[in-house]
């Protein structure tokens, strides 16, 4: 909760453009309790510490609050034609009628049409829609000279809508129908099924209906609940960096209850417990939308607009320089429009400058100056101070209501001037400072005459001064620079002049020392020299002289090859893995034969030795073990080829099963034979 | 010394051909193929290269594996040796060869 006080203290400079809101979201200084239903002064379910630092930090908003929020949008005339385009389209159903309707009449605006708006709503209006009768109640009301009467059934209708078993959209627009038919309506019930339907549905939109409600009810009753609604629905506006302030539902619920606030209020003549701060922030999140995809929107808008424009409380002030914020003598007027939040002249407020600082010295120039009022504007002739060239920050106060809120703002003013350059002096100057210096005169914007030689013997100097025209005061501005342009290669070096302690000029060509800069290459060079700056009016760009260098070794590289970047890079050629050396093949065939050979003596071995199967006896047992030794050594070879283990690990466990028993078997006949 | 070598290489040899078995002669003759085919892909690997690796290894882990075991059945069906084999008898020494190379060369 504390972390976004620091930001909004510290103030948002004038016209700045939050183009990314901020992610940080944050409740204002509220309690987050649960809206309760119940009697009023229950007090406040939030903890004591909570409580505390809400003081204090209102306690630091105070303190800094000379730097207070700044409206960023509002509806330029602009934004208006566009809101008006949206609201003028032609009517589709009721509902399309009534936005249109009532939209163009809270921006003060007319229906085209009215006589066939008035037909389009009394041939549209459906009796048995409480809904229907509500929009055409409301459009009925806005135009002039439309009549329509009402008949007892959709009076009993209305009637029956106000209850507590209707929806609060239902009671109200039933209640605004009758009020605006102007049928007899009773308020207390009204209030009481108001109340009771409150409790149950807790979501914004229908807050917002409530807070319409009310506005249509007779001020006997007691609104005071439906009133503290409002401030519960503040405390549940999300605070986007301090800038904005919107209901996560969007920009149009914002929209709807900044009208229905000002209405009730306005109603029950209690000012609406908003802050002028939170106030600003409405406008800006409001006013930030300028293009509207549904009817419903630009309604909306234009209600909210309506109602911060005409209200008994609050009046934002829109104050925006007419043009760019700068003075010279040429244009010595600064110009402001100050404006509601409909870009409305406020011819009846008074302006005036409460100061005027220089941006770089802080020091007042002029204070407590009031601006006259010329047509719509209000001006000031700001060059009758006489002020020296630079920025000023303006603090300008709007007064003349009691109303008016975001009436101090802090304007950025710039003041320009004219150059010019004096006192010009070309001359080249001998190193062994023998002869004495040749020095001529020039005058802006003539070019010298002749041409100056810069070369191993002698530097090339130029001094000049640079003064404001207007005040004779020296000015010092951001670029001062001499450019030296070789007419042959069309290369160009540039040098920055310094001024020294007296605020003149000074640059100075030595030949072994720029060698680098100028790559060696000798030649005529043009001089021109360029004065700049923001507060400048006339820029300057001065063909001055010719100067020949000439450099001491003539070891000219080849003519300057513009660096090219941007050339394409040897392409990179894909090494694949190289295979490995293998030996020849006569080699490998060579040894395959060779390992073979141990096989060949193994087998003569075993004859010499005398190895033989004499012994071999054909009982069924020996026949299967040595079926099934074979099987599994020709299992061997299919897993090598085919199989995986699990496989081969499948077949190797029924042929070794059988293959054991049977070797079992015969191994235990021989055993038996042996012993015998 | 050369004389002595060859003396008793050859006294080794008369024994060894009088002494043993016909059936530990079949044995041995074995491991003696065995070994020399372990020897030759070794010394092919130091000669031309590791190239396949695997193969090299596989062969010769073959080798010495049925060598060992080989040498472990000649150990265990020899008669001299029967004090210390006592459960075991050469048929069962035989099956348990049988079962070993099997699951080596699996």
Known sequence: MSSSFGARGAGVPWRTTPSLRPPPVTRWCAPGRKRRRGPAGSGNKMAAPGRRLCLVAALLLLLVGAQALAPSHHLTARDLARLRAALERPFTDLQAAYYSIVGLHSLGLRVADEKAACNFVKSHVDSSSVDSLFYAAQSIRVLSGCEVTISNETRELLLAAVSEDSSITQIFHAVGALSSFGLPLASQEALSALTARLSKEENVLATIQALETASYLSQQADLSGIVEEIEDLVARLDDLGGVYL???????????????????????????????????????????????????????????????????????????????????????????????????????????????????????????????????????????????????????????????????????????????????????????????????????????????????????????????????????????????????????????????????????????????????????????????????????????????????????????????????????????REPEKRPPTVVSNTFTALILSPLLLLLILWIKIGANISNFSFAPSTIVFHMGHAAMLGLMYVYWTQLNMFQTLKYLAILGGVTFLAGNRMLAQKAVKRTH | AAGSVGSVVRRFLAEYGSGTSSRLKVLDAYLLYVMLTGALQFGYCLGVGTFPFNSFLSGFISAVGSFILGVCLRIQINPQNKGEFQGISPERAFADFLFANTILHL
């Open chain 1, 246 to 576: 919107q209901f996560e539902e969007g920009i149009e619920t914002t929209a709807l209850f900044a009208a229905a606030a000002y209405k009730l209020s306005d109603h029950v003549g209690t000012e609406p417990a908003m802050k002028e701060e939170q106030i600003i922030q409405l406008m800006n999140a409001i006013f930030s939308k300028k293009n509207f995809e549904t009817l419903s929107e630009a309604f909306s808008v234009a209600c909210a607009a309506g109602s911060l424009s005409h209200n008994r409380y609050h009046l934002p002030v829109v104050i925006v320089p007419d043009g760019p914020a700068a003075v010279s003598h040429h244009q010595p007027v600064l110009r402001l429009q100050v404006t509601n939040v409909m870009s409305k002249p406020l011819t009846q407020a008074s302006v005036k400058l409460d100061y005027a600082k220089s941006a770089s010295t802080k020091a007042t120039v002029l204070q407590q100056t009031a601006f006259t009022l010329s047509g719509e504007v209000f001006e000031l002739n700001f060059m009758n101070v006489k002020p020296a060239s630079g920025y000023y920050d303006f603090s300008i106060s709007v007064d003349g209501d009691n109303r008016f809120i975001a009436n101090r703002v802090e304007l950025k003013v710039k003041v320009s001037t004219e150059v010019g350059i004096t006192n010009v002096d070309l001359s080249t100057v001998d190193k062994d400072q023998s002869i004495a210096p040749k020095t001529t005169r020039v005058a802006y914007p003539a070019k010298a005459k002749g041409s100056f030689t810069a070369d191993s013997h002698q530097n090339f100097a130029l001094s000049f001064q640079l003064i404001d025209v207007n005040s004779g005061a020296d000015l010092i501005p951001h670029q001062t620079f001499v450019r030296l342009h070789n007419q042959k290669t069309g290369q160009e070096v540039v040098f920055v002049a310094e001024p020294d302690s007296k605020n003149v000029y000074k640059f100075e060509l030595d030949t072994s020392e720029r060698k680098t800069e100028f790559d060696s290459a000798s030649g005529t060079y043009t001089l021109y020299l360029i004065i700049g700056d923001a507060t400048l009016e006339n820029p300057i760009l001065w063909n001055v002289a010719d100067v020949v260098i000439k450099f001491p070794e003539e070891d000219v590289p080849s003519t300057v090859q513009s660096k090219n970047l941007f050339v394409p890079k040897p392409e990179i050629k894909h090494l694949f």
